[in-house]
């Protein structure tokens, strides 16, 4: 911190007298009607006596900045601090230019009266200090608000980060105890089917595991691991699960965060009853920029809650690549009807 209030004070030095100079000069043609009358009127000791005083005034504001910053930092309390560092700036350039004026005046010009001279200078470069030390702070407080902005989008960013990395991470034991039951219940009439069930959930789980670093999939890999993971649960549901997935060829490039599609089916079967007279019917398209699912909602008495739960997390996990369209309807319920919009995420190629 003592070293950005250091650079803060050197920047003041380094561009205020030139900043100064010319509103000086800028002053000094207002009552001179030309740059002839100038050197006319004004002498150029006096102008380099003025640049002089200006250079001493700074550097003055400049030492007791670095002062302050070393035996009352900003942070202990800022109102003291500000008082304090008013009071030795005001001190301090009084006395910088009074002694300068008195020096130069008495001594150099042989005058026997400076009140006036006094009086003029001291007031203009009293404002100055003033403002110039309303400039610091302005900037310490701005300084202060960016800096607690980045600490909560970087807190933001971080718990977004972890809650994705927790969604990614999470694996169904559900979903694989009844694989298993699957498998095990083919291998006792129809062997060949076992071996499919196994090879399609060993792509399932290879999915998984190739994307646990990646952040994002394309729907149409996506869309493709969907058609094991619903070949498995016919084995277990026959006809009474159906699924009509419709997206067109240009929207299969958008991306998905992995796993989207395999926890919205389970989460469907897991809250809906299926049966011959209740069958569940499982239908992916697309509007817009985004995927829409929905199928029927005949629920259970039973809760899932832990599935609940993983939902949050992916919607959660939606809104920290899409904050501009949060927070987005992830989750509906209308009519007997369940409705998922999922954002297709479009990552531009630079």
Excluded at 102 to 111: K, L
Excluded at 137 to 144: A, G
Excluded at 197 to 219: F, P
């Amino acid at each position: 911190m003592k070293d950005k209030y250091f650079y803060n004070s050197i920047g003041f030095r380094v561009a205020a007298p030139p900043v100064f100079g010319i509103l000086i000069y800028l002053l000094i043609l207002m009552f001179f009607d030309s740059l002839n009358m100038l050197f006319e009127n004004f002498f150029s000791r006096e102008v380099l006596f003025v640049i002089f005083l200006t250079y001493l005034f700074f550097e003055g504001n400049r030492l007791v900045i670095l002062l302050n910053n070393k035996f009352f930092p900003l942070g202990t309390n800022i109102k003291f601090r500000i008082i304090l560092q008013y009071l030795i700036s005001i001190v301090a350039s009084t006395l910088i230019i009074s002694i300068t004026l008195y020096y130069y005046f008495v001594s150099i010009e042989g005058f026997s009266t400076i009140t006036t001279e006094l009086l003029t200078f001291n007031s203009i470069y009293l404002i100055t200090a003033i403002f110039y030390n309303l400039f610091f702070f302005s900037l310490i407080y701005l300084n202060r608000k960016n800096e607690t902005k980045i600490e909560f989008e970087k807190r933001k960013s971080d718990n977004l980060n972890l809650e994705l990395m927790a969604f990614k991470n999470q694996i169904n034991p559900e979903f694989l105890f009844r694989s298993l039951e699957i498998v095990i219940s083919e291998l006792h009439r129809d062997k060949k089917k076992a071996d499919v069930i196994i090879d399609q959930l060993s792509k399932i789980y290879r999915y998984a595991l190739d994307n646990k670093s990646n952040d994002l999939i394309t729907t149409k890999d996506e869309i493709r691991i969907m058609g094991y993971i619903i070949n498995i649960f016919k084995y277990w549901y026959k006809n009474d699960l159906q699924a009509n997935i419709s997206v067109p060829q240009e929207m299969e490039e958008r991306y998905l965060i992995p796993g989207t599609l395999q926890l919205i089916l389970e989460y469907a079967i897991s809250e809906n009853l299926i049966s011959d007279s209740l069958p569940l019917l499982f239908t992916v398209s697309t509007s817009e920029d985004f995927l829409i699912i929905h199928y029927p909602l005949r629920k259970k008495l039973t809760s899932c809650t832990h599935i609940e739960n993983r939902i949050a997390l992916l919607s959660k996990a939606y809104a920290f690549y899409l904050p501009a369209k949060s927070p987005i309807d992830f989750r509906a319920e209308t009519d007997d009807l369940r409705v998922f919009t999922i954002p297709l995420i479009e990552i531009e190629e630079e």
